[in-house]
C-alpha cells in the first residue's frame, strides 16, 4: 500500500493551517480591517511653509535737519533769544518754517514766551529753501526772558510748501546732528 501524501489529502495540521490562514486574510482585507501600509512606502507629510515675516517699512527721513541750536546768553534784564540752522529735508520747496520751541531754566521748569506768556514759542523764517538747502544760521531776539534760561527744544516744525501745501511734524521727524546742540542740553 502507497503511503499518502499529506498535502494532496488535507488531514495535516499544516495544511489545515495554511487553509485558515489563507481565509483570515482574505477575509480581512475584504472587510477593510487589515492594513497593509506595511507594503507601501509610507508618504512623508509635507512640510509647512516657513512664514516669512517682511522687515518692518522703512523710517520716513526728516523734514528738516537741525546743524545748529543754540540759545543765546541771557542779558542782563534777562532777555535771551535764539540761533537755528536747518536743512530741507523734503523733495519739496519750502516757503514758511514755523518751529514750535520750549525752553527751560537750570530747574527745569518752563521758561513762558516773552511776547505771548504761552509755554511755547514759534519761530518764523521765511525762504524760499530748495530741498537739500541750508538755511544758513538765523537768529530770534527777546524770545524768552529769564535769567536762568538754560536751553530750548523744538517740540515739532510747521512747513509751509511753495505750493501752499502745510504739513506740520512733530520732533521725531526732526533730526538733530551731532554737535549741534553742544551749548543747548536740556537733559
Known amino acids: 500500500m502507497k503511503k499518502a501524501n499529506p498535502i494532496r ?5 499544516t495544511h489545515f493551517l495554511l487553509r485558515t490562514s489563507i481565509i483570515f486574510i482574505t477575509a480581512a482585507s475584504l472587510t477593510g480591517c487589515l492594513n497593509l501600509s506595511f507594503l507601501k512606502k509610507e508618504k512623508q507629510p509635507e512640510p509647512e511653509p516657513v512664514v516669512e515675516v517682511p522687515p518692518p517699512p522703512p523710517l520716513p527721513k526728516p523734514a528738516l535737519l537741525i546743524s545748529q541750536m543754540t540759545p543765546e546768553t541771557p542779558r542782563a534784564r534777562g532777555d535771551a533769544g535764539a540761533y537755528i540752522n536747518f536743512i530741507n529735508g523734503t523733495d519739496l520747496t519750502v516757503e514758511y518754517v514755523m518751529f514750535k520751541t520750549t525752553a527751560y531754566d537750570h530747574n527745569g521748569r518752563i521758561v513762558p514766551s516773552k511776547r505771548s506768556g504761552d509755554p511755547n514759542t ?3 523764517v521765511v525762504g524760499p529753501f530748495a530741498p537739500g538747502q541750508a538755511s544758513g544760521s538765523r537768529h530770534w531776539e527777546q524770545l524768552w526772558q529769564n535769567p536762568n534760561l538754560r536751553c530750548f527744544e523744538i517740540e515739532g516744525v510747521e512747513l509751509i510748501y511753495m505750493d501752499g501745501l502745510v504739513e506740520f511734524y512733530h520732533a521725531d521727524r526732526i533730526a538733530i546732528l ?3 546742540d553742544t551749548d543747548n542740553s536740556c537733559s
Open 9 to 13: 489529502t488535507g488531514k495535516t495540521a
Open 122 to 124: 514759534w519761530l518764523r
Open 178 to 180: 551731532p554737535g549741534s
